[in-house]
């Protein structure tokens, strides 16, 4: 180890000089308390360096020692169910070591190094592999099996392989040939560099993540991005969670990238008492959670979106789908202006960074469905989907700005909206979703035909609510027509009884696509028999108290085993309309 000395402290930052044989990016020690840091700038033999911890105390003279390798996680067994800090330390050793808090210097290792694996081998001696081919597996728990896969850069020929019970530093096979080596459970990936795939393929099916205005109006597809930009209090958060605790996703990485202090740790609490309704065990069975508060160092909050997205990639270089999110990025962009700032550089827009945009598009680039190294021809997805928080809500700040040029999805979170209680607060008439053809094809064939049409109808009627409001706010509701009085209904009925869903309401808290179809269908069909009876003479009161339109309001809390009751409430409004017409179209 070369060791240099401090010149300055600044916060996070360090300056070292005699730093001549490190590189920008490499992993440094500093001071005797071995503080992690990273060099984000060379400049001749001085390194600018952020570090990972508290600098407090740390001063001129004191030593940095470099380590020759750039920042890297480890991927193997041992990271589901996990909870780590920004640069992969696992909260709860870090705290068995150190109490409450963190402490400085302390140098855990990231994967557990004393438990004991089984693993399975699928691949003999003899066996040709290349990089990404999976040797064997590893149950890691009751619904999760982790593969093993020859680590990239690896290929040859199987020299020596054994089934048993491993650590995840313990060599499980050997390759032998001129890019042979060991391979253990556990392999390493510096996290700023993309873990390279054969192909990217363009993303087809839906993350379906049963929230109505999500799955049937602005769908994500499974390796996708997405955005979700919204003033403080307009449920960014939540939405996080529910994507976290529905999506149909294999895997789940979160970051909590430090909005409030208290929100990580209601994760972090709340996350593992929560049943995975896919599988009925707790929800960390398929999940990682990586954590910086707002009271971590602001370096490591800046490490923790590449820490994140790495894991997400290593498992879906397994073939699995994995879905990313990470709450807040605006957080993670104030961490980058600070270093940026305390390394003098020249400030962009608002004091950002002038790369800040291309930080934002590196990251997104990593996701996508991919097919995956190995010679067997599996895919797997990576879905990341950001929240937004900028300041005041106005979207034109340049984090926002960035993200919305490189993300295919946007939902717009309304403060109006959230102050209205209408949750979730997407805005219908400003989100979008660049997905939207390609998973109306999935959804015409897996749910049915009318699946977008009545989307589109639902939509036109939003948009035309929004100027018919206009048009009463000029001249009353009474000078519109029954017709356009009729539409009013509906839309509100879209609004209320679709598209708002309550979280925190079991049978309300996850739809599935049937039953969303159901439903929209349903409020639909209101219009549809409403205009018969118009038709026919009825008056459009007599229509708008009918019974049956009670039971539209509650279909949302129908529990999905008994979605035939809301077929029933079709036939019973068709029959009401029938019998309205029979007794008193005679208006006319
Ligand atoms: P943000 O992260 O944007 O600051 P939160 O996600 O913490 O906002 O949401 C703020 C509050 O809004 C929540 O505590 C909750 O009361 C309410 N809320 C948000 N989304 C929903 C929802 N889908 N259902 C019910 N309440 C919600
Ligand atoms: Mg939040």
């Known amino acids: 180890m070369k060791v240099g000395k401090i010149l300055k402290v600044s916060g996070p930052l360090v300056v070292a000089q005699g730093m001549d044989e490190a590189n920008v990016y490499d992993v440094v020690e500093v001071s005797e308390d ?274 994140g997205i790495t894991v997400a990639e290593y498992f879906r270089d397994m073939g699995y789908s994995v879905a990313m999110m990470a709450d807040s990025t605006s957080r993670w962009a104030e961490a980058l202006r600070e270093m940026s700032g305390r390394l003098e550089e020249m400030p962009g827009d608002e004091g950002y960074p002038a790369y800040l945009a291309s930080r934002i598009a590196e990251f997104y680039e990593r996701a996508g469905l991919a097919k995956v190294l190995g010679s067997d021809d599996r895919e797997g997805s990576l879905t990341a989907i950001g929240a937004v928080s900028p300041p005041g809500g106005d979207i034109s700040e340049p984090v926002s700005q960035a993200t919305l040029r490189i993300v295919k999805v946007f939902w717009g979170l309304d403060y109006a909206l959230s102050y209205a209680r209408h949750f979730p607060a997407i805005n219908w008439l400003n989100s979008y979703t660049l997905y939207q053809d390609k998973v109306d094809e999935y959804l015409t064939n897996s749910i049915s035909k009318d699946f977008a049409i009545n989307r589109k109808r639902a939509m036109a009627l939003l948009s035309e609510e929004a100027s018919l409001l206009e048009i009463v706010k000029l001249v009353g509701r009474d000078s519109l027509s029954d017709l356009d009085q009729l539409k009013l209904e509906v839309s509100k009925s879209i609004r209320e009884d679709f598209l708002q869903q309550n979280a925190f309401r079991p049978e309300d808290t996850y739809c599935s696509l049937e039953k969303q179809f159901l439903i929209l269908d349903l409020i639909l ?37 008994k979605l035939s009751e809301l077929k029933n409430i079709k036939t019973e409004l068709v029959d009401a309309v029938t019998t309205l017409i029979e007794e008193g179209g005679s208006h006319a």
């Open 34 to 307: 071995r503080l992690i840091g990273e060099i984000i700038e060379m400049r001749n033999d001085r390194a600018s360096i952020q570090v990972y911890e508290n600098t407090t105390g740390i001063g001129p003279g004191e030593p940095v020692y470099t380590t020759g390798s750039p920042l890297s996680i480890e991927l193997g067994p041992g990271l589901i169910e996990g909870m780590f800090d920004g640069i992969q330390r696992p909260l709860d050793a870090l705290k068995d070591k150190a109490g409450d808090f963190l402490t400085r210097g302390i140098t855990v290792p990231r994967l557990n190094r004393e438990k004991k694996w089984d693993f399975v081998a699928t691949k003999k001696v003899g066996d040709k592999v290349q990089s990404g081919d999976i040797i064997g597996e590893v149950q890691e728990n009751k619904v999760f099996k982790h593969k093993i896969m020859v680590p990239i850069g690896l290929s040859g020929t199987i020299k020596s392989i054994s089934s048993g019970s491993f650590t995840v530093d313990e060599v499980v096979a050997k390759i032998d040939g001129e890019n042979g080596g060991d391979v253990k459970l556990m392999q390493k990936w510096p996290v700023r560099v993309p873990r390279p795939v054969k192909e990217k393929l363009d993303p087809i099916k839906p993350l379906i993540t049963g929230q109505r205005v999500i799955d049937t109006f602005f769908p994500v597809a499974k390796g996708g991005t997405a955005a979700i930009p919204g003033p403080f209090g307009s449920g960014k958060t939540v939405v996080q969670h529910q994507l976290a605790k529905w999506a149909d996703a294999d895997i789940v990485v979160y970051v909590g990238c430090g909005e409030r202090g208290n929100e990580m740790t209601d994760v972090l609490m709340e996350f593992p008492e929560l049943e995975d309704p896919r599988t009925g065990e707790s929800l960390m069975k398929r999940t990682v959670l990586i954590a910086n508060t707002s009271n971590m160092p602001v370096a490591a909050r800046e490490a923790s979106i590449y820490t």
């Open 525 to 561: 069909s209101f219009e549809d028999e409403a205009k018969r009876a118009l038709e026919n003479g009825v008056y459009l009161n007599e229509v708008l108290a009918l019974e049956v339109r009670e039971k539209i309001t509650r279909a949302k809390n129908i529990p999905e085993d």
